[in-house]
């Protein structure tokens, strides 16, 4: 599991995990961003909550990750992402995956200053097409606006615009933190630094799973 504020880089670190272990990505925000996309009654009511930059009732994103998490790819392993975000998630997932045969084997929790934090999700941009990420700053397209894999138009999420960023880093600090303690008191806890490259990242995370006996 990856844990850590938004912004943290934990999408990209699950991606690269996923490749590298041949496991299922559980993001509960791609999860219920399809959602919204799809205009399903659920994304039609996660929508204006995820807008604002607020979580999304409990019920709704344990229904949604249990049913992912019951899917046969996921026997073989799997990274979360984004889930659990609340204590009451946290239970709720304890519970599945007890039934399910499938425990945590680590808990990696990405830390990143509050100021870098704000920065990176400011300038993230998004391919509308295919998905691809950009940073204004670090990783720009070569034309603006444009994605360099696909030539689709680079958007901002709404929840990353900047009140909306803070009021997001407030919703973790104050619902998700808690976790740290949580999962360290269980004893799957690793703590890396989330600054510096992706590749250093990967590499202190591949450090950390070795720490844990994961590898
Ligand atoms: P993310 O892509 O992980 O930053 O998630 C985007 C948004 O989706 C969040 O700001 C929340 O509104 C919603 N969301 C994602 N994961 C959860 C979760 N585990 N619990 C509640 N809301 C969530």
Redesign the pocket.
């Known amino acids: 599991m990856l844990l850590g504020p938004?912004g943290a880089g934990?999408?990209t670190q699950a991606r690269l995990l996923t490749a590298k272990f041949d496991a299922a990505h559980i993001?509960?925000?791609?999860l219920?961003?399809k959602a919204v996309v799809d205009g399903s009654a659920l994304g039609r009511t996660?929508q204006p909550?995820?807008a604002?930059?607020?979580?999304?009732?409990?019920e709704?994103?344990i229904e949604i990750?249990e049913e992912r998490l019951r899917r046969p790819d996921c026997a073989g392993g799997y990274i979360l992402?984004?889930?659990?975000?609340?204590l009451r998630?946290a239970e709720a997932l304890a519970e599945v995956l007890q039934y399910l045969h499938a425990p945590l084997d680590c808990v990696i929790s990405v830390e990143v200053s509050e100021e870098d934090l704000i920065r990176r999700l400011a300038g993230r941009r998004i391919c509308g097409a295919c998905g691809s990420m950009f940073h204004i700053d670090t990783k720009p397209p070569t034309r603006a606006e444009s994605c360099d894999h696909c030539g689709g138009r680079l958007l901002q999420?709404d929840?990353d615009r900047e009140d909306t960023i803070r009021h997001?880093l407030r919703?973790y600090r104050e619902q998700t933190e808690p976790l740290i303690a949580y999962y360290d008191k269980l004893g799957l806890l690793r703590r890396i630094d989330g600054h510096g490259t992706i590749d250093r990242i990967a590499q202190r995370i591949h450090r950390a799973l070795e720490d844990g006996q994961v590898l």
Do not use: E, H
Not at 81 to 86: K, N
């Open positions: 938004p934990k999408g993001s509960a925000g791609d219920l961003r996660a909550i995820m604002k930059g607020a979580l999304v009732p409990d709704i994103v990750i992402d984004g889930f659990p975000r609340t998630q999420r929840d997001r919703v």
